[in-house]
Structures are given as structure tokens and as C-alpha cells.
Nanobody, 124 residues
């Protein structure tokens, strides 16, 4: 079992930046890919970004490409999501998730473990 805990959310003005962290604990957090998803009020949860275990494969949703950067520090069992040029449309609860098969995919059901989420609010 892997436990994931997100942090770093908060309130920021449009154009600002935030860095989210996803810390893993429990079962050894090895050979798993990690993804970030988000759910805005009244909308379905959507894929944001994902990174493979060694960072060789990374994929972004078109809506965040060029603004968000996913990275990981396996020594710290932590995955990050650097979010720049934030827009009110980015307001959502952000979740991290882990895939035991180390697949970099956008499909939510492919992910085995989920965190509880962290709120990001971007004001205009």
C-alpha cells in the first residue's frame, strides 16, 4: 500500500505560481509512475500531467503544456508540480496518483493509489 499526501495548494493571483508536492509513504515507492489530476467545481476530474519512475517519460494535458512542469525526487519519495502563469481556469482540487505498472497514462482508472487532494484557487 502506498499513501500519497499532497501539499502546496493555496490562493494565488492570476499570473502567479505555486508548487505542489506529493509525498509518498508506506510500501516502497519504487517503479511507479505518478500523475497529477484536478477537479474544478461542477466538473469531472481531469488529467494534468504524469511522469514515469525515472523521469524519462512525461506527458502533459494541452491546457497546461508550457506552464506546468512535473518532476520527481525519488530519494525523497516526492513528486512536484510547478505551476506558472496560473489562470482562474486552473482553480481546482489537485490530486496526485500512482500507477504500479509505471505507465504514463491519462486514464484515471489506471492509477492504483490516490491522495486526498489540495485546493488551488486562482483569483482574477
Amino acid at each position: 500500500q502506498v499513501q500519497l499526501v499532497e501539499s502546496g495548494g493555496g490562493l494565488v493571483q492570476a499570473g502567479g505560481s505555486l508548487r505542489l508536492s506529493c509525498a509518498a509513504s508506506g510500501q516502497t515507492f519504487t517503479s511507479v509512475s505518478t500523475g497529477w489530476f484536478r477537479q474544478a467545481p461542477g466538473k469531472e476530474r481531469e488529467f494534468v500531467a504524469a511522469v514515469s519512475w525515472l523521469g524519462r517519460s512525461i506527458y502533459y494535458a494541452d491546457s497546461v503544456k508550457g506552464r506546468f512542469t512535473i518532476s520527481r525526487d525519488n530519494a525523497k519519495n516526492t513528486v512536484y508540480l510547478q505551476m506558472n502563469s496560473l489562470d482562474p481556469e486552473d482553480t481546482a482540487v489537485y490530486y496526485c496518483a500512482a500507477n504500479r505498472a509505471n505507465m504514463v497514462v491519462t486514464t484515471q482508472r489506471a492509477y492504483d493509489y490516490w491522495g486526498q487532494g489540495t485546493q488551488v484557487t486562482v483569483s482574477s
